[in-house]
């Protein structure tokens, strides 16, 4: 085992100048090692099941037959309280709606009216546990009716909240709304890129404020691309930034928080700046950040001979530690190890667990995963057997090489995790029902736990606070414990950049995932990873060529 210098005393807060200094230096990593800290058994409760309509026989359950996810709908996030919600691409109107439920039930909330065009789409669904949804909607042949929506679970019948802030403002992805009813976004603006922080204000509407941007919306950001980033429930912004080298025509990565007040401080920087860096670039998928300024992204790391291994890492506030990676032990299974580290995001809460998906070396089966840096569980894994509304049901897929996931993890406060995943009966593959999402039921809940502060200590009132301390309630309130999310919406395009000089392998693409609730369809599942952000994406991408020179 090889410890990780420790970073807090490097660590750097850059004011809005943005001036360029030495970036962190990065070596070796905490590696996964002995059991020290607690990860949770589960037991796992159906929310509710997808189906085509003409599976009349197998049905869907707590929605209408028909009404389908789809490739676009990889991100169900969870609050402390076990709600969930999630975009339904496909209803039997034909427009995309927002599924909103907890405890087993629930029902579509929202369906996009008619008239808004055959290209309007409605995004990635947050909520926190106020009982706030909000959802991107864009492509309406009304441009005063694209924007984020904000709705509330309690009246669903009410008109949303339209929020199409800053000025020139052309889509929103990566949306959250967090506990403190903030949201974070990535903003597509007229020449690029911009983290948006979006604040409520006394007149019931948001104050927008820009975190960074791309430098060709404000030369005086020196980023020259933004990735998706995550965001927690004190208005902290965690993501990836190209920058171009100084004096070189060379560029790289780094990792950064955003805060509220415009500043920035970078947890890691990649091989192109650092030659001390192990870290050949962050993935395109974006990270996940806790109420402890806890961080945890995938990365490619370059090993013994130019070996390049994909890793899902955990910044702890000192040190960054190798949650798994391909190849690596899985601790307390002798003989068995991580296969591969799948491209999508991971997700974090202030428990500092992580959860990701990888598969297990010995069969290829994917799995779901949760890690702290020190212990590693398997939550979910294909073939195995799950409860539903039809019997006992089999995590499978008709055709093998279709996944059996569909999407990303999302992890809250308890470390209860939502997941989607194609069924089928245990006897049989070839019998379609769907896709479902299920809650994995932590054993660490309690209806007591401790709020949204950094105290261990639960609280014990009834209204919802806003800051560091503990309360006193039953309520979850808006400091910093209940789990962010990591993001839905893709980020940068199809060709996925490296973090450094050389020719860095093509970043692995992303596996297929139908999310249609048809077992037999191996639709192209993130898709949205590779077409989002192609608004402006050519141009940008053309700029940066001609500012860098060719790599080798």
């Known amino acids: 085992m090889t410890r990780g210098a420790s970073l807090k005393s490097s660590r750097r807060t850059v004011a809005p100048t943005h001036d360029r200094k030495r970036g962190v230096m990065l070596g070796a990593f905490l590696l996964a090692g002995a059991a020290s800290a607690e990860l949770p058994d589960y037991t796992f409760q159906l929310q509710a099941r997808t189906n085509l309509a003409v599976n009349i026989e197998e049905g869907s359950y707590n929605v209408e037959l028909g009404s389908l996810t789809s490739a676009g709908s990889y991100f169900v996030p969870i609050t402390a309280d076990r709600q969930v919600a999630f975009q339904l691409a496909i209803t039997r109107e034909g427009r995309p709606g927002v599924w909103y439920g907890q405890n087993g039930e629930g029902g579509r909330i929202y369906l996009l009216p008619d008239g808004m065009g055959p290209d309007a789409r409605l995004g990635e669904v947050s909520l926190n546990s106020h009982r706030q949804l909000v959802f991107a909607v864009t492509g309406t042949n009304d441009a005063s009716k694209n924007g984020i929506y904000v709705l509330n679970a309690d009246e669903p019948d009410a008109p949303p909240r339209i929020v199409r802030s800053p000025l020139g403002a052309s889509s929103w992805s990566s949306l959250v709304m967090n506990e403190a009813g903030q949201m974070a976004a990535r903003v597509t603006l007229s020449t690029g890129y911009a983290y948006v922080l979006y604040t409520p204000n006394t007149t019931g509407g948001f104050d927008a404020k820009v975190l960074a941007a791309e430098k060709y919306v404000d030369p005086g950001y020196p980023y020259t691309f933004l990735y998706s980033p995550g965001a927690n429930d004190l208005g902290q912004i965690a993501a990836a930034v190209d920058l171009q080298a100084p004096n070189s ?134 073939h195995d057997i799950l409860p539903s509304d039809k019997g006992d049901a089999r995590v499978d897929q008709e055709t093998p090489t279709n996944p059996v996931f569909s999407g990303m993890p999302s992890i809250n406060r308890h470390s209860d995790i939502s997941f989607g995943v194609g069924l089928a009966p245990p006897e049989t593959d070839q019998v379609e029902w769907g896709t479902a999402l299920y809650i994995a039921q932590s054993s660490l809940w309690t209806p007591d736990a401790p709020d949204a502060g950094t105290d261990p200590e639960p609280d014990a009132g009834t209204e919802p606070d806003a800051g560091t301390e503990p309360d006193a309630g039953t309520e979850p309130d808006a400091g910093t414990e209940p789990e962010p999310d990591a993001g839905t919406e893709p980020d940068a395009g199809t060709t996925p950049p490296d973090a450094g000089p050389g020719t860095p392998e093509p970043q692995p693409n992303p596996e297929s995932d139908s999310g249609c609730g048809c077992q037999s369809t191996s639709a192209a599942g993130l898709w949205p990873f590779a077409l989002a952000g192609l608004v402006g994406l050519t141009r940008r991408r053309s700029l940066k060529r001609r500012e860098q020179a060719p790599r080798d």
């Open 249 to 382: 025509s060379a560029w790289y990565q780094e990792l950064r928080i955003f805060n509220p007040d415009g500043t920035s401080q970078v947890i890691a920087d990649t091989r192109g700046h650092n030659p001390d860096s192990n870290i050949f670039r962050f993935a395109a998928v974006q990270p996940a950040i806790n109420n402890l300024g806890q961080v945890a992204i995938q990365a490619t790391l370059l090993e013994a001979a130019g070996r390049q291994s994909t890793a899902i890492l955990l910044w702890d506030g000192d040190e960054l530690k190798v949650v798994a990676k391909n190849g690596m032990d899985v601790p307390g299974e002798p003989g068995e190890a991580i296969g591969t580290v799948e491209v999508f995001p991971p997700d974090i809460n202030d428990r500092g667990h992580v959860v990701f998906r990888a598969t297990r070396k010995s069969d290829g089966f994917r799995a779901v995963w949760v890690g702290d840096g020190e212990n590693l569980k398997r939550v979910v894994t294909e």
